[in-house]
């Protein structure tokens, strides 16, 4: 098994986090599982401590690999503010940039982000989409609720994977 080394390079954390999210996703599973059985009562303070404790020493700017692997979902809101800021109609907005998925959900055309620049800023910054200013949505209130979509994170977000395995270490459920 690998281990995730904190004196890497954030590219060498973000090339052997799909490994490390895979070695570790029935151990994720079954800990996720107890987790939604039976909440902690103070789950969304501790969420909050452990997801700013991360933040704050992540450098998003570093990584950007959630803008250059996976793209958000975009709400009506988001189209509208955002069309705004780029002064274009929202429709031509859509054709430009994004396309419906399977699950008839708006997202992006390709990835990485068209609006991701090579410098990791993003274009739209101020009026990004909501999905991406929640991202990795680790302090999310009811955590227990977004367990599925958590598991897939843990394999995109190097942030992701340190706050769950800190959520193992600190919870005993
Ligand atoms: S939210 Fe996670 S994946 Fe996205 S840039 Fe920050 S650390 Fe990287
Ligand atoms: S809109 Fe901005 S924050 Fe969202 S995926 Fe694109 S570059 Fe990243």
Do not use: W
């Amino acid at each position: 098994m690998i281990k995730i080394s904190y004196f890497c390079s954030m590219q060498d954390r973000i090339d052997e986090l799909p490994q490390l999210a895979k070695d570790k996703h029935i151990e994720n599973k079954k800990f996720f599982a107890k987790l939604k059985k039976r909440p902690p009562k103070k789950l969304d303070q501790i969420m909050q401590d452990l997801h700013d404790q991360e933040f704050g020493e992540t450098d998003c700017l570093q990584c950007a690999n959630c803008c250059k692997t996976t793209g958000p979902l975009f709400t009506d809101k988001d189209v509208v503010r955002i069309s705004k800021f780029l002064k274009i109609k929202p429709k031509r907005f859509e054709e430009q940039y994004l396309r419906t998925d399977e699950d008839n959900d708006l997202v992006l055309q390709q990835t990485p982000c068209t609006f991701l620049g090579v410098d990791n800023y993003c274009g739209i910054y101020e009026v990004r989409p909501k999905a991406c200013r929640e991202y990795p949505h680790t302090d999310r209130k009811k955590f227990q609720q977004i367990t599925n979509i958590t598991l897939k994170n843990v394999a995109i977000c190097p942030a992701a994977y340190a706050i769950v395995e800190k959520m193992k270490a600190r919870l005993t459920l």
